[in-house]
Structure formats: structure tokens, C-alpha cells
């Protein structure tokens, strides 16, 4: 089994910036991809990024598209989202998410293998 515990969320004024991060532990061998959905309130949870657990590139949903940073640190098993230039639609829960396949775990939420358990993200106006 594979263990997220997500960190990093908070309240933010809208064009500000916030940093989760994500640490992996257990069978992390398995994990070829790894990323994040968010979820606001009466709303389905929506993709936002994803990064290869080994090269390859970076992809994002078009919302926050030149406004948030994947990034990862293999060596301690982490997964990190800079968020910048935050807005009010941005408020959410944030999953940190991780699969087996990085070209089809993301396409839906109902594709991912292992879930963080969340973090709020609060944008104000």
C-alpha cells in the first residue's frame, strides 16, 4: 500500500500564493505518477496536475495553467504544487493523488490508486 499525507493549505487573499506538498511512504515503488485534483463545495473533483515519477514532463489543467508549478523530489518521496496569483475560484480541497500509469491516472479521478486525504486551500477576494 501506498500512504499521501498532504501539507500546506490555508487561507490566502486572491493574488497571492500558497506551497502543498506531498510525501509518499509505503510500496512507493509502484507509484509511476504522481499529482493533484481539488474539490470545491457541490462541485466534482477536478484535475489539476501531474507530474512522472521519473522524467518526463509536466501537464496541467488549463485553469490554473501558468499559475501553478508541479514539481518533485525523488529522494524524499515528495510531490510539491507552488500556486501562484491565487484567485476566489481557486478555494478548494486539494488531493494529492499517485498511480501506476501516468498517461492514464489523471485522465479521471476514478483512475487514481492512492488519495492523500486532503488540505483546504481558502481564497479571498
Known amino acids: 500500500q501506498v500512504q499521501l499525507a498532504e501539507s500546506g493549505g490555508g487561507l490566502v487573499q486572491a493574488g497571492g500564493s500558497l506551497r502543498l506538498s506531498c510525501a509518499a511512504s509505503g510500496r512507493t515503488f509502484g507509484i509511476f505518477a504522481m499529482g493533484w485534483f481539488r474539490q470545491a463545495p457541490g462541485k466534482d473533483r477536478e484535475y489539476v496536475a501531474a507530474?512522472?515519477?521519473?522524467?518526463?514532463?509536466?501537464n496541467y489543467a488549463d485553469s490554473v495553467k501558468g499559475r501553478f508549478t508541479i514539481s518533485r523530489d525523488n529522494a524524499k518521496n515528495t510531490v510539491s504544487l507552488q500556486m501562484n496569483s491565487l484567485k476566489p475560484e481557486d478555494t478548494a480541497v486539494y488531493y494529492c493523488?499517485?498511480?501506476?500509469?501516468?498517461?492514464?491516472?489523471?485522465?479521471?479521478?476514478?483512475?487514481?490508486?492512492?488519495w492523500g486525504q486532503g488540505t483546504h486551500v481558502t481564497v479571498s477576494s
Open positions: 507530474i512522472p515519477w521519473t522524467g518526463g514532463s509536466t
Open positions: 493523488a499517485a498511480g501506476r500509469n501516468y498517461y492514464t491516472t489523471f485522465r479521471r479521478a476514478s483512475n487514481v490508486d492512492w
